[in-house]
């Protein structure tokens, strides 16, 4: 594949994962944002979420489901998002809170959070101004007035929550490499908390950590 049609795939592929967005924006929604969380199912580590608003001439050539691409397109996309996007707000949930409420009610909790967040910025930005829909992938979030479609499968349906879930992972990876090298032995830089053989390895030299979820290790 050339250059050319690897430019034409990457066209055609925004212009699909826009396509369920124009139509909200016709029926006259106009901060259509999205949604998505990174760390669920990781031993360690918090679930991180992201609110992102895109504007309506932004192209978002490459932008993707974040698992189907490398870590430096991610992180090339993220400081490309960050620039362009009307808006955009982090949440986040730590072990603590997980072990808590359960990872599921966590992660609505770090959505709301990235919401509110994202809302504010477009306040301070254009005063007046709000969310006006929420697209959010596979889960329902309680406490929001703003109008919300749950998608399946949303971070391969829509522009906005791809571009969420890229802002989300390169978030919550950094975050994990940064444990590394205040929790070494786990190899958090690499497997981000989930439950490799090293990080196996490492619980059972070194046990816990602060940021283990307990409630994921009950066996161990």
């Not at 430019?7 to 139509?23: C, G, T």
């Not at 489901?65 to 397109?73: N, T, V």
């Not at 707000?89 to 359960?102: K, T």
């Amino acid at each position: 594949m050339n250059k050319e049609e690897r430019l034409q795939k990457l066209i055609a592929r925004a212009k699909e994962l826009r396509a369920f967005e124009n139509e909200y924006k016709e029926a006259g929604h106009r901060y259509i944002a999205g949604v998505d969380e990174v760390g669920r199912g990781p031993l360690a580590g918090p679930v991180v979420t992201a609110c992102v608003v895109l504007p309506e001439d932004y192209e978002g050539l490459g932008i993707d489901d974040s698992k189907k691409l490398s870590e430096k397109k991610r992180e090339e996309l993220y400081s490309e998002i960050i620039e362009n996007a009307i808006c955009y707000g982090f949440g986040l949930c730590d072990n603590i809170v997980i072990d808590e409420v359960n990872i599921l009610e966590a992660t609505k909790l770090a959505m709301k959070q990235a919401i509110i967040s994202a809302n504010e910025m477009l306040k301070n930005r254009f005063p007046g101004e709000k969310i006006d829909l929420v697209l959010v992938d596979a889960v329902s979030i309680p406490g929001i007035e703003t109008k919300q479609i749950s998608m399946i499968r949303g971070d391969a349906t829509s522009l906005s929550i791809a571009a969420a879930s890229i802002l989300a992972k390169v978030k919550r990876d950094r975050m994990m490499r940064e444990y590394d090298d205040i929790y070494p032995g786990y190899d958090f830089a690499s497997n981000k908390g989930y439950g490799t053989k090293k990080h196996y390895e490492g619980l059972r030299e070194k046990g816990l950590t602060p940021i283990h979820r307990k409630t994921f290790l009950k066996n161990l």
